[in-house]
T-cell receptor
Framework: NAGVTQTPKFQVLKTGQSMTLQCAQD?????MSWYRQDPGMGLRLIHY???????DQGEVPNGYNVSRSTTEDFPLRLLSAAPSQTSVYFC?????????FGPGTRLTVL | GQQVMQIPQYQHVQEGEDFTTYCNSS?????IQWYKQRPGGHPVFLIQ?????EVKKQKRLTFQFGEAKKNSSLHITATQTTDVGTYFC????????????FGQGTELSVKP
């Protein structure tokens, strides 16, 4: 099992550009989540999903969209990138309790 | 909304010294999870506590969940350089699986 995979590992965007961060898991987990990590602020939940076709907002959803068309994939879309979205983004999956994190995407918005 | 406060933000210790990080919430928590993140890495699950007053051990690590289920601690005995990293506590929001709120983390550095 590959576990949770994320692409790309690094990305630089200009303000106003859009992009999609990819996340996939091969553990057949129901739950998937997106977090952003900023220095001194821990991990903050952006969006999460409890199954295919079901998503909900977390603590900091503004500027991000998600969809879950399959159990395996949970992409995160930045609609119009802003410098405040410069961060490390982690995707995670779980079957209720233990969350398994992907390796992260380091995003810089200029 | 529900918040989990974690202290201290940083801890620098000499190898062999003990280390403790604390998490506190103003509301009762359904459970508490602990994660470790090595520098440049991703968070890795360590343990989950569910019961009031629960204590669990993993080698040199001791995890406690308070009697009122509003606080938790992680204690490392005789730190080693391999313990370096950031330790996070987390709890489920509204008892909703997969929806975690994290503490700010405690960054541990160990001087050999």
């Amino acid at each position: 099992n590959a576990g949770v995979t994320q692409t790309p590992k690094f990305q630089v965007l200009k303000t106003g550009q859009s992009m999609t961060l990819q996340c996939a898991q091969d553990m057949n987990h129901e739950y998937m989540s997106w977090y952003r990590q900023d220095p001194g602020m821990g991990l903050r939940l952006i969006h999460y999903s409890v199954g295919a076709g079901i998503t909900d907002q977390g603590e900091v959803p503004n500027g991000y969209n998600v969809s879950r068309s399959t159990t395996e994939d949970f992409p995160l879309r930045l609609l119009s990138a802003a410098p405040s979205q410069t961060s490390v983004y982690f995707c995670a999956s779980s079957q209720r309790d233990t969350q398994y994190f992907g390796p992260g995407t380091r995003l810089t918005v200029l | 909304g529900q918040q989990v406060m974690q202290i201290p933000q940083y801890q620098h210790v000499q190898e062999g010294e003990d280390f403790t990080t604390y998490c506190n919430s103003s509301t009762t928590l359904s459970n508490i999870q602990w994660y470790k993140q090595r520098p440049g890495g991703h968070p890795v699950f360590l343990i989950q506590l569910v019961k009031s007053g629960e204590v669990k051990k993993q080698k040199r690590l001791t995890f406690q969940f308070g009697e009122a289920k509003k606080n938790s601690s992680l204690h490392i005995t005789a730190t080693q350089t391999t313990d370096v990293g950031t330790y996070f506590c987390a709890s489920e929001l509204g008892n909703q699986g997969g929806k975690l709120i994290f503490g700010q983390g405690t960054e541990l550095s160990v001087k050999p």
